[in-house]
């Protein structure tokens, strides 16, 4: 079963701090993405990356940036967290190619 | 612009009364149509994926099918555990190389004993 682990299940941060979303996939998958899912907003894409230290902009970047050291590690990071950052944050991980993408099991942060 | 289309938003049962759920894309060159669940606090939980018009995946009391233009997940005899939020996706052309998943907003699904 491809597994992809998200490092907090809940996280509760203050304003201004700086945010680390880790997300770890054993399924040796090229691809991995972080989404942000809104009431009535929907999954809207952040970053992506399909491959080592590559990175692309989602549809909604600002205020956040990514790393992918590892094939198997994708960590989202807010620079400096504010309120409207408060959401549930989905990782996901494919292979290359127009495959399914398997998501882990959500962070919702919580920005105070 | 890669849009896909979910309706209803919302949708009550009662157990064994069979429904349909409709998801419809504007993105040319379709290169796969995808299905989820996802159950309220967890991530999205993959079902299917339909690639070419007149496909058709079943699974348990789902059936997915796809023409041109929309894909139907038909829910045959639903059981309360069926109550979840289904999701379709697409994959979207405005990047390069491989291609993320553009998502609808889903159907919230309620079936009720």
């Known amino acids: 079963d491809v597994k992809v682990t998200q490092s907090s299940r809940y996280l509760v941060k203050r304003t201004g701090e700086k945010v680390f979303l880790e997300c770890v996939q054993d399924m040796d998958h090229e691809n991995m993405f972080w989404y942000r899912q809104d009431p009535g907003l929907g999954l809207r894409l952040i970053y992506f990356?399909?491959?080592?230290?590559?990175?692309e902009k989602g549809d909604i970047p600002e205020g956040y940036s990514v790393s992918r050291e590892k094939k198997e590690r994708f960590s989202l990071i807010l620079e400096s967290a504010s309120t409207n950052q408060t959401s549930m944050y989905l990782c996901?991980?494919?292979?290359?190619?127009?495959?399914?993408?398997?998501f882990g099991q959500g962070t919702r942060l919580t920005v105070v | 612009e890669d849009q896909v289309t979910q309706s209803p938003e919302a949708l009550r049962l009662q157990e064994g009364e069979s429904s349909s759920l409709n998801c419809s894309y504007t993105v040319s060159g379709l290169r796969g149509l995808f299905w989820y669940r996802q159950d309220p606090g967890k991530g999205p939980e993959f079902l299917f994926t339909?690639?070419?018009a007149g496909e058709e995946k079943e699974k348990e009391r789902l059936k997915a099918t796809l023409t041109k233009k929309e894909s139907f997940l038909h829910i045959t005899a639903p059981k309360p555990e069926d109550s979840a939020t289904y999701l379709c996706?697409?994959?979207?052309?405005?990047?390069?190389?491989?291609?993320?998943?553009?998502f609808g907003k889903g159907t919230r699904l309620s079936v009720i004993a």
């Open positions: 339909l690639y070419s």
């Open positions: 996706a697409v994959p979207s052309r405005r990047y390069s190389g491989n291609t993320p998943l553009v």
């Open positions: 996901a991980s494919s292979f290359e190619g127009n495959t399914e993408a398997f």
């Open positions: 990356s399909y491959d080592v230290k590559m990175k």
